[in-house]
């Protein structure tokens, strides 16, 4: 596993070699020489946060694909609105 560190400007300027960097480890981006924050490939994330993700997580992935067909409610939840 290789660890690379990117200043905020770095990442900034260069986007897709910090996505290159991130699929052989986590890549760590700086602010005025602390580390911020973190990017790891999905992979890598449900590995380390077990595996769980929220529905809103599952949505927002690039290639999420997923059929929905929520089952039809009936039966009396509905009625003609009044208008008297």
């Known amino acids: 596993m290789v660890v690379t560190t990117l200043t905020s400007r770095e990442f900034n300027q ?12 986590p890549v760590f981006i700086t602010d005025r020489g602390r580390p911020a924050h973190v990017l790891l490939t999905i992979e890598d994330y449900l590995r380390l946060s077990g595996g769980h993700m929220n529905l809103a997580e599952a949505l927002a992935q690039a290639n999420a694909d997923f059929d929905f067909e929520p089952p039809r409610m009936t039966g009396g939840v509905s009625r003609p609105a009044d208008l008297d």
């Open 14 to 25: 260069d986007t897709s070699r910090a996505k290159k960097a991130a699929s052989h480890g």
